[in-house]
């Protein structure tokens, strides 16, 4: 069975596509993070720091293809810049090298964000060519966007230089069980189950977002993967970019009405939570008319990994409540 490292693998991200990709693949995780205790024999995993090269290479030498999820992020990156430098940039670096040096090693595929593209004064068609804006995001957003650029970046060139497949899946915002718990959706979530107030911020209440369900990140992951093994992915091909995301961009507002209404919806509406709209005092960088200036492109992650269906958020979002309301409120039945 071929095998496959997930770097970073024990994080939302890396942890969810290890034990998708478990079924069709061997897994082995390389993380700093232990790895849950029930997935103990399940999956291999092994400790190693990306950011020592000697670590990474000993723990790929027996994987074909290398997953590369490591990053630090919004808010630890702000709070341990040159933290998230090392991890980020060096440490993907290290992989690269690896990858490229080491003969059994067929390809390398990094978790990309849509975050490269900015989050204000988006126009036009976004698509793979889009482009790189870091300095049309919020503050504390830049140093994570300037990091997956700079990822995208190594990964890109070692791309032009090597041999082997360097591959970007850009993806949404993921929505999923587990999801970091200081993501505006998850906020949103714990606050509205607990009949608490869903806060979006006046300032950002209309910036567009960009959202994928995990689901979809695993399949599109999974089918890039047998896609290298068949030699199905051309080497002379111009780009190994994929965007991956619900077509339509959500806004935080929305957002924050889909998670109200699955709440009613799903406690027979006996929790009902009001939206109350924040305002810190910071210009209003975005409005209600922003979302209809774009047009989201996922035609090539149709054409190239064949992922025809894309998941709604707002299915998505009302699973996530369905499942949790009974964990916060026992009286709920379903």
Not at 196 to 201: A, E
Not at 251 to 269: C, F, K, P, Q, V
Request: net charge positive; aromatic share 6%; with cysteine.
């Amino acid at each position: 069975m071929n095998k496959i490292g997930i770097v970073g693998g024990a994080g939302f991200i890396g942890l969810a596509l290890a034990k998708h990709l478990s079924k069709s693949f061997t897994v082995k995780i390389l993380d700093t993070k232990p790895i849950p205790k029930h997935l103990e024999g399940k999956l291999e995993y092994q400790r190693s720091d990306i950011r020592k090269y000697g670590e990474v290479k000993q723990g790929l030498e027996d994987v074909e293809i290398v997953v590369h999820t490591a990053i630090i992020q919004i808010p630890l990156i702000n709070e341990t810049k040159r933290l998230g430098y090392e991890v980020n940039v060096l440490g993907t670096q290290n992989v690269c090298k690896v990858v490229d040096r080491n003969p059994s090693i067929k390809a390398m595929i990094l978790t990309g964000s849509w975050h490269v593209f900015g989050e204000r004064e988006l126009r036009g068609v976004i698509n793979e060519e889009f482009g790189f804006r870091p300095d049309k995001v919020e503050d504390r957003a830049r140093v994570y966007a300037l990091s997956k650029i700079a990822q995208e970046t190594i990964i890109r060139i070692y791309d032009e230089m090597s041999k082997k497949i360097y591959g970007v899946i850009r993806i949404g915002s993921v929505l999923g069980e587990g999801m970091p718990e200081k993501t505006a959706a998850a906020i949103f979530i714990t606050e509205g189950l607990k009949g608490k107030p869903l806060t979006p911020y006046r300032h950002s209440m209309h910036r567009p977002m960009l959202y994928v369900d995990m689901k979809d990140v695993c399949n599109a992951f999974e089918a890039y993967i047998k896609k290298i093994l068949k030699e199905e992915i051309r080497k002379e091909e111009a780009s190994h970019i994929v965007n991956l995301c619900w077509p339509e961009p959500v806004t935080i507002l929305e957002l924050a009405t889909m998670i109200r209404d699955a709440i009613i919806s799903h406690s027979n509406g006996r929790i009902k939570p009001e939206i109350k709209i924040v305002d810190r005092g910071l210009p209003v960088l975005f409005t209600s008319q922003d979302k209809d200036l774009i047009k989201i492109d996922i035609s090539k992650v149709k054409s190239c990994l064949g992922l025809e269906k894309m998941t709604n958020p707002k299915e998505t979002l009302e699973k996530i409540v369905k499942e949790h309301q009974v964990s916060f409120n026992p009286s709920i039945s379903h």
